[in-house]
């Protein structure tokens, strides 16, 4: 009887984390965010629970300009990246800081490089931005699109 309930008990963590996970791609395939991957710079979640946007991606005008700038010179520039490296390496920050109501779960700057006045990017960066299809509207969910008008596009 121990050795029946020990290979139940057993089954039961990976059998809950599989329904779990499921759940889970079920409600991001909706457009919800949920946590996969990384919210692109330009967008915040809208956490308000009031609102007809909530768990959803929306604009956050401060970056969406920085982001803008960034595409605009790329395409001035006829597609020199280093040259656009250098111009931004140049600027005292590229996204100005958070504002005060920004909800905290938005804030996840751990890893990007904080500059007095906001925050700066790396080359690395500024190709991740240039070539993510979520700028354009499009939610891809576990390499899948899933819909090419889950959020009012940034470019």
Not at 1 to 14: D, G, K, T, V
Not at 66 to 78: I, K, N, T
Not at 109 to 120: A, E, I, L, N, R
Request: aromatic share 16%; with cysteine.
């Amino acid at each position: 009887m121990f050795r029946l309930l020990a290979e139940y008990a057993a089954e039961y963590i990976p059998q809950q984390i599989g329904l779990l996970n499921a759940a889970r791609l079920r409600k991001a395939r909706r457009g919800l965010f949920v946590g996969f991957g990384y919210v692109a710079r330009g967008y915040i979640v809208d956490y308000d629970k009031d609102s007809e946007n909530y768990q959803r991606f929306i604009l956050y005008k401060p970056w969406q300009h920085a982001v803008l700038h960034l595409f605009e010179r790329f395409y001035a520039l006829g597609g020199d990246l280093s040259t656009l490296c250098r111009e931004v390496e140049a600027m005292p920050f590229v996204f100005p800081a958070y504002e005060p109501w920004v909800d905290k779960r938005n804030i996840r700057d751990q890893t990007w490089k904080k500059v007095p006045g906001g925050y700066h990017i790396s080359r690395r960066g500024i190709i991740s931005i240039l070539t993510n299809p979520f700028y354009i509207g499009w939610l891809i969910v576990a390499g899948d699109v899933i819909t090419t008008e889950n959020h009012e596009p940034l470019i």
